[in-house]
């Protein structure tokens, strides 16, 4: 492989499922258990919010005793190790990648430990159980948490910072996403518009698999870590 400037990583939910995460649109995935639009909407939340956080907190339990795996760590190794500009961006609502110790790191959709409150906007580590009577860390208000996602509808964070370094990027790696939902869905677009080589790694192909220059089929703990090593050798 030629040796890249600037490398920028997608990642969804297909990295953590060999962690024991569920992901959202695979056999028994989460939204074949739930209606998207009960839990992962703002409609659904003033509908009724406890439905809404008795999902997150579910979510937020099912992550105890949850590790990363060798896909994480092959990724947290090549920003360590590669001599470029890197950007990892998740979909993802799990640490696994911070834990894994991943830095340059976006939370596209948020994340599961952190709550946000709609009085004062401040967003706050948040490990247990939320409810509508939780009181907000940051300015003691009740009734104003919600978990800190991003909702089916809203703008995902740090788009800006995401635009520059697509536009910047001479290599994009999609991993374990179905390439479903936009404006994630568009960055294999972005990053061929400014001539980057694009490589996909997923389980099977993708919705946007067409997009990318490469596919590389298989499970994201054996991909993912033979893909970094034939990066930082050069092959
Ligand atoms: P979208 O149109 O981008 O995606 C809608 C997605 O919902 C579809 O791609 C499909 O995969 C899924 N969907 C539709 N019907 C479904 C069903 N019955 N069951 C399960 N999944 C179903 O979403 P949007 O409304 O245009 O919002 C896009 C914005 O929302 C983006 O900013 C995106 O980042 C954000 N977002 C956040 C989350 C999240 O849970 N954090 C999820 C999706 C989108
Ligand atoms: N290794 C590699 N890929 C895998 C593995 C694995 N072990 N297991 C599953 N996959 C792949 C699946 O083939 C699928 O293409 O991961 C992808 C998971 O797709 P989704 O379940 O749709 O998850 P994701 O693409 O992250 O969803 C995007 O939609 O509902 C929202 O907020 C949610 O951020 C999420 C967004
Ligand atoms: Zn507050």
Not at 106 to 129: R, T
Not at 134 to 139: D, E, G, H
Request: charged share 25%.
């Amino acid at each position: 492989m030629p040796a890249y400037k600037s490398i920028v990583i997608l990642t969804g939910a297909g990295i953590s499922a060999e962690s024991g995460v569920d992901t959202f649109r695979d056999k028994d995935g989460i939204w074949s258990k739930v209606d998207y639009r009960d839990v992962a909407t703002p409609e659904g939340f003033v509908r009724d919010a406890a439905r809404v956080h008795d999902f997150y907190n579910q979510r937020r339990r099912g992550m105890k005793g949850v590790r990363p795996n060798a896909a994480h760590t092959a990724l947290a190794r090549l920003e360590r190790e590669f001599s470029g500009a890197f950007l990892l961006v998740t979909q993802n609502i799990d640490d696994l990648h911070e834990r894994a110790g991943s830095a340059s790191l976006v939370h596209m959709h948020g994340e599961l430990g952190k709550a946000l409150c709609q009085a004062c906007e401040q967003s706050s580590p948040w490990e247990k159980d939320m409810s509508v009577l939780s009181q907000c860390p940051a300015c003691g208000s009740i009734g104003y948490l919600r978990p800190d996602v991003v909702w089916f509808g809203e703008m995902p964070y740090q788009m800006e910072r995401i635009g520059t370094a697509l536009a910047q990027c001479d290599l994009f790696v999609s991993i374990g996403t179905s390439g479903n939902v936009y404006p994630a869905a568009g960055f294999v677009g972005e990053a061929r518009f400014s001539g980057a080589r694009t490589v996909e790694l997923n389980l099977e192909p993708s919705d946007g698999h067409s997009s990318f220059d490469e596919a590389i089929l298989g499970k994201a703990t054996e991909i993912v870590p033979a893909f970094v090593e034939r990066l930082l050798s050069g092959r």
